[in-house]
Nanobody, 125 residues
């Protein structure tokens, strides 16, 4: 069992930055594919970024490449998402997730087992 709690969301002006954190408790967090998803109002949840098991591979959605950076602290069981150059289109609830999807299906949210409660990010233009 893994429990996930996100923090760090808030209101920021366009062009600004935020750093989201995800604290994991339970066993074996590093043995899962760990990622961030987001859901904007009226839209489906979408993939943002993920590490594979062990953290050797990373992937980003095209919409955030070059602006967002996913990182981790294995010793602290933490996952982070540094978000720079935020745009109004980034407004969404951001979720931390862990699961065992095949790496080729890392963007499929239904394959993730554990989810945090989400943290709201609002970007004002």
């Amino acid at each position: 069992q893994v429990q996930l709690v996100e923090s760090g969301g808030g209101l920021v002006q366009a062009g600004g930055s935020l750093r989201l954190s995800c604290a994991a408790t339970g066993n074996g967090f590093r043995n899962y594919v760990r990622g961030w998803f987001r859901q904007a109002p009226g839209k489906e949840r979408e993939f943002v970024a993920a590490f594979n098991k062990g953290g050797g591979s990373i992937d980003y959605a095209d919409s955030v490449k070059g602006r967002f950076t996913i990182s981790r602290d294995e010793a602290k069981n933490m996952l982070y998402l540094q978000m720079n150059s935020l745009q109004s289109e980034d407004t969404a609830i951001y979720y931390c997730a862990a699961g065992r999807p095949p790496w080729g299906l890392r963007g499929k949210d239904s394959l993730y087992i554990y989810w945090g409660q989400g943290t709201q990010v609002t970007v004002s233009s």
